[in-house]
């Protein structure tokens, strides 16, 4: 039987070389679904935002909306690791405000870590959360909650960027984190990265030398027509099985054809 998936487990699988796979979910049936699959961590992303409720960026989640998605997941009881985004502004007011929705997301939404984006900046918010032993993963490179600064989304650490890049994974290291994202970094700097740290790297769209990837579950199952970055493989299109069926209920009901008194009671 597949045993939980702990952070202890996370890192010692760096130490051994085996890759960590991680999807995202927001609800209840999609975290049984992915972790039937086998992933190793569900992260309950704030890309909720977009592609859950229709946001043009992740800015607008709130505390509330995170506490919600996250709460649907753990009721799935999966045995992959549970990591709960922070949404905008729920670190980024000092350590104290940084605590107490660190905490929530652990005690109200029954998460086993959080993800806090930000390096250099964010590392003293990553000490004083780590010190009350709320385990974080830090997310570094794009950070999408940074998306005005960084005048959208686009490939973070090219030429004289990338020192810059590496002393925010050398920062959320040395401030506690268990774990790091890599997001939209070039392929060269995720691995110079990799092999600098001892926590593992996540990588998304950072190339193949991270110690695991992540990516967007409604991406990989063609659910979302926003936007399909070239760090993406779509691994199924249901967007026309989901429209298919729709379009034959639909018809159906209107021919009379649904419901049969198979589907109805005596």
């Keep these: 039987m597949r045993k939980k998936i702990t952070i202890p487990e996370m890192m010692q699988m760096k130490r051994d070389g085996r890759r960590i796979a991680v999807l995202t979910a927001y609800d209840y049936p999609t975290a049984r679904l992915v972790d039937s699959g086998g ?15 229709g946001y043009e960026t992740t800015l607008p989640v709130t505390m509330d909306e995170m506490l919600y998605h996250t ?3 753990v009721r799935a009881r999966p045995k992959a690791l549970v990591i709960a985004d922070m949404p905008f502004m729920a670190c ?3 350590e104290v405000e940084a605590l107490k929705n660190c905490g929530r997301m652990l005690q109200e939404g029954g998460a086993e870590a959080v993800k806090i984006e930000g390096g250099v900046a964010m590392a003293p918010v990553i000490r004083a959360v780590t010190a009350m032993d709320i385990p974080v ?8 909650q940074s998306v005005h600064r960084m005048g959208g989304y686009k490939v ?39 092999e600098s740290l001892d926590i593992p790297t996540i990588g998304i769209g950072a190339g193949p030398g991270c ?29 026309p099985v989901i429209t ?18 198979e589907h109805s009671f005596a």
């Design 137 to 144: 993963m830090a997310h570094i490179g794009l950070t999408p």
């Design 211 to 239: 110690d695991g990837q992540v990516l967007v579950i409604h991406d990989i199952l063609g659910l979302c027509e926003k936007y399909s970055p070239k760090f993406v493989k779509r691994y199924a299109d249901l967007a």
């Design 71 to 73: 709460r649907a997941v």
């Design 244 to 261: 298919d069926a729709a379009r034959q209920y639909v018809s159906e009901v209107k021919e009379g054809i649904f419901p049969t008194e």
């Design 39 to 53: 992933v190793d961590a569900i992260l309950v992303g704030d890309s909720a935002g977009v592609v859950f409720s």
């Design 156 to 194: 973070q650490g090219r030429n004289d960027q990338a020192e810059r890049i590496m002393e925010d994974a050398r920062a959320v290291q040395d401030a506690g984190a268990f774990a790091v994202v890599l997001e939209g970094v070039p392929a060269s700097l995720a691995a110079r990265i990799t």
């Design 92 to 94: 980024q007011c000092g």
